[in-house]
C-alpha cells in the first residue's frame, strides 16, 4: 500500500529534512518512528528537503507499508513515537503511481520578518527579526519581477548544477500582518537557497537599501556575487506542497 502522509515540524534542531551521518534529521526521525511501529525499515520520499533550522507546516512524504495499519491508525502510532517537535497530521492511501516529489505540481513557502523594534521571545525561532520598518509597498513591487519562469543562478545555492536552475514560479507575495511581513512564494520547485536568497533581497529593497527594480536587475544577471545576504533559515516555513 502507498500510503501519503503530512508532516509538520519545527526545524529549529534539525540539521534538515535529509538524512546524514552526522546530524538530527526528519527524516532519520520519521524511519526511526516508521521502523518501531511496523518492525520493518521504509524508504521514504518527500516533497522537498528543508534547509537546517527550516519549518514545515505541510511537509509531504510517500513511502510503501504492508497495510497492517489503517490510515488513521497510523497516524496515531506515529505521533506516539514522533519527537514532540515533529507531527503526522494526516495520512491517506494513494495510487502506486503517486509519489511525493515527483507527483507535486506547486510548492508554497512563506518566509516571515518582524520588523519591530524589539526583537520576540516567543516567535524567536520562526522569523527574522530585522530593524525596521520594512517598506512593504516596495517589496512587493520588486516581488513581481520574481513570477513567471526564469533562471535563479542569482538567488539559488552555487551547489546546484548550472544547467538545472530553471522554474517556474507561479506567485511572488508580500503583505504585512501586524508586527510581521511575510513573503509568500508559490513554485514548481525550490532549489536549494532559492527561498532564503529571495528572502534576503527583498529584505534589502524593505530597509530602503534598494530601490525595486534591483531584484529583476540581480535575477537577470544570473550572478551570485551580487546578491546580499541570505535570510536565516527559522524564518522559512514549507507550508504546502499542491498536487
Known amino acids: 500500500m502507498n500510503i501519503k502522509v503530512v508532516l509538520e515540524y519545527d526545524g529549529t534542531n534539525f540539521a534538515g529534512w535529509q538524512q546524514q551521518a552526522n546530524g538530527r534529521t526528519v527524516e532519520a526521525e520519521l524511519k526511526r518512528a516508521l521502523r518501531e511501529v511496523t518492525g520493518m525499515d521504509h524508504k521514504v520520499y518527500a516533497a522537498g528537503r ?137 513554485a514548481e520547485g525550490f532549489l536549494r537557497g532559492l527561498a532564503r536568497g529571495i528572502a534576503g533581497a527583498l529584505a534589502e529593497v524593505g530597509r530602503g537599501r534598494r530601490p525595486p527594480e534591483w531584484v529583476g536587475e540581480l535575477l537577470r544577471s544570473r550572478d551570485r556575487r551580487q546578491a546580499p545576504r541570505t535570510a536565516p533559515a527559522g524564518g522559512l516555513t514549507l507550508m504546502e506542497v499542491i498536487y
Request: with cysteine.
Open 50 to 186: 528543508t534547509d537546517a533550522g527550516a519549518h514545515a507546516e505541510g511537509q509531504v512524504v510517500t513511502f510503501q507499508t504492508d497495510g497492517g495499519l489503517s490510515p488513521r491508525r497510523l497516524v496515531a502510532a506515529l505521533n506516539s513515537k514522533l519527537p514532540e517537535d515533529v507531527a503526522a497530521v494526516s495520512a491517506e492511501a494513494v495510487p502506486d503511481d503517486f509519489h511525493a516529489r515527483y507527483s507535486a505540481r506547486w510548492r508554497r513557502y512563506r518566509y516571515r520578518y518582524l520588523d519591530r523594534p524589539s526583537r520576540s521571545a516567543i516567535e524567536r525561532t520562526r522569523c527574522w527579526h530585522v530593524r525596521g520598518p520594512l517598506q512593504v509597498d516596495a517589496m512587493s513591487a520588486a516581488a513581481k519581477a520574481l513570477i513567471g519562469e526564469h533562471d535563479w543562478t542569482s538567488f539559488c545555492s552555487a551547489s546546484e548544477p548550472p544547467d538545472a536552475r530553471v522554474r517556474e514560479m507561479r506567485s511572488a507575495q508580500v503583505v504585512r500582518r501586524g508586527d510581521f511581513v511575510e513573503l509568500e512564494l508559490v
